[in-house]
């Protein structure tokens, strides 16, 4: 697990190191710069003439460091600076004396397309504005120069907590930022301006306060390789069962990439109820499910649902299920009569958003897995209001429906209720955007909620925590599938056996 800074937890990080544990901050930045020339030396920078552009505050500070650093290895490199010196922090004022003194030349009207790399030291976690002036203008000359940009913190101009472009923002090939990524380098569009993100340690001494809000953070492989270790004692009984309430009489393809999914993401056993309709194709394309089957105005079959609903260990629904009378039927009895978690998907969704009493009544944990549009419904927003602000629509929606809430984008976020604690998912691509994707999703979704079910008490994670876990699966799948062949031939199909390579 990585956790994930704000801007102002991110100082408050600094000021502890330099204040409380005695690390001068002129050592904090030379340990950041350095952390930059390091990556400037790694061969695939062309670092024939560097220019290091250089805003007023400590951002500034760290690009005349790497400037003067740079020189002494013998790099032509070069600082335009930017401000009025009268209004420079110290820690800028001290590294420009630094630099004068090494003999770093500072240019005054540079034409940034003669250098080779351009350093961008203009503003950092203190961006606290749009760009105007001068700014926006070198700001817009580094974005014509067409020359490779190392951002260092993050991209000038990017809202650091929020990815905002703040009128204008530099676009760089790579971005160091230092001791923790900010969210404002994983959601988009500020993700799409950072190019890689390299998060260095420079030996800050946080404690940010772990109860401090909003809390970030991030999943990685090792969270995941945790969560899946099967215990050589276990059955298909004790791994987890999945009941999948999905596909209409349309839709049966839905049911059959859910289950599915719950089967390839470690679940013992998989039992599906859907329209009397998929019967066959069901069977045929997936001959490892049990199933019960519904008929559209007929009598719900209740005593066979309850037995379903006792036997699992979490709960799907939603997945093409569609907005029916029966369906609407069938979800309003699963809803009352589930103790065990339940994952709301697609059509799910839809009836909840016509109808939120839907959930009143509601004795299991819930996992809501929206993509915009259905978040849009349930918020009663607009999609723009909610791509806006992805962290805090995902915890408007887990506050309102009293669920963890997985907010489906090109970035997602998962959202505990009752606290504001957001997982920013960083894996997948344009790849899981796909027929089907959603599906696979709340399938794994499913089998991680069924296995965290079976876990010991002091071995389960949060539910918000395995939600995130699902999807950080769910995107590494996808990469796995793209890496065969490419982002645009992927189908939902290839990210489940994706599954299997992550
Ligand atoms: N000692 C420290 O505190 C360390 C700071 N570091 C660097 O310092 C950065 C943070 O430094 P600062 O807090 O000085 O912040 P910045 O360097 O990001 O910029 C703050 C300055 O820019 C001005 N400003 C903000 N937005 C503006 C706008 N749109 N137009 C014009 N002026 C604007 C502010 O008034 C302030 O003077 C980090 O991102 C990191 O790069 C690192 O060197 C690590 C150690
Ligand atoms: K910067």
Redesign the pocket.
């Known amino acids: 697990m990585k956790r994930i800074l704000t801007a102002a937890q991110m100082?408050q990080a600094?000021r502890n190191t330099?204040e409380t544990m005695g690390v001068p901050?002129l050592v904090?930045?030379e340990r950041?710069a350095l952390s930059c020339v390091e990556e400037l030396q790694n061969g695939t920078w062309d670092t024939g003439k560097v220019l290091a552009v250089c805003?007023?505050?400590?951002?500034?500070?760290?690009g005349a460091a790497i400037a003067r650093i740079l020189k002494t290895k013998g790099v032509d490199a070069e600082l335009f600076c930017l401000?009025n010196p009268e209004?420079y922090?110290e820690?800028m004022r001290a590294q420009k004396k630094i630099a004068e003194n090494y003999g770093v030349r500072e240019v005054k009207n540079p034409d940034f397309r003669e250098y080779t790399v351009i350093i961008d030291a203009i503003?950092?976690?203190?961006?606290?504005?749009?760009?105007?002036g001068e700014?926006r203008r070198a700001v817009e000359a580094i974005c014509a120069s067409g020359v490779p940009v190392l951002a260092?913190?993050?991209p000038s101009g990017i809202h650091t907590d929020t990815g905002e472009v703040?009128d204008a923002a530099v676009k760089a090939r790579a971005t160091v930022t230092?001791a923790c990524a900010k969210p404002g380098l994983l959601f988009d569009p500020g993700k799409r301006y950072a190019g890689e993100v390299l998060v260095r340690d420079?030996g800050i001494g946080f404690d940010a306060g772990e109860e401090e809000t909003p809390w970030y953070g991030s999943v990685e492989k090792e969270d995941l390789d945790r969560f899946l270790t099967r215990t050589p004692m276990g059955n298909k009984g004790t791994f987890g069962k999945v009941l999948v309430l999905a596909g209409s009489g349309a839709m049966c393809g839905a049911a059959v990439l859910c289950a599915r999914a719950v089967l390839a993401s470690g679940a013992g056993m998989v039992k599906v109820v859907t329209e009397e309709r998929n019967r066959t194709p069901l069977f045929c394309a997936l001959p490892e499910a049990m199933a019960d089957f519904w008929k559209e105005d007929e009598p719900l079959p209740e005593e066979a649902l309850l037995q379903d609903l006792a036997w699992a260990d979490a709960v799907v629904a939603g997945p093409g299920l569609s907005k029916s009378r029966t369906a609407k039927e069938l979800l309003v009895f699963t809803v009352q009569h589930t103790e065990v978690p339940l994952v709301l998907d697609a059509d799910a969704l839809n009836l909840i958003a016509e109808d939120a009493e839907i959930l009143s009544g509601c004795r299991a944990e819930k996992i809501l897995t929206p993509h915009v549009g259905e978040l849009a419904r349930l918020l009663h927003m607009t999609i723009a209001e909610c791509q806006r602000d992805p962290a805090g629509s995902a915890g408007r929606a887990a506050e309102k429906y009293q669920a963890c809430c997985v907010r489906k984008d090109s970035v997602t976020v998962t959202a505990e209720e009752g606290r504001e604690q957001y997982y920013i998912n960083t894996s997948g691509s344009s790849a899981l955007a796909t027929a089907g994707s959603g599906d696979v999703l709340a399938g794994i979704t499913g089998a991680f909620a069924a296995k965290r079910q079976c876990e010991k008490n002091e071995k389960k994670i949060s539910l918000a925590k395995t939600a995130a876990l699902a999807a950080y699966a769910h995107g590494k799948a996808g990469e796995a599938a793209e890496e065969k062949s490419s982002a645009s031939y992927v189908t939902a199909s290839e990210i489940i056996r994706g599954l299997q390579s992550i």
Not at 55 to 62: A, I, L, Q, S, T
Not at 123 to 132: D, Q, Y
């Open positions: 100082k600094d330099i901050s904090l930045m950041a805003g007023p505050g400590n951002n500034g500070g760290d401000g209004k922090s820690g503003f950092g976690i203190g961006v606290s504005r749009p760009l105007a700014y260092v913190d993050i703040l230092f420079i």
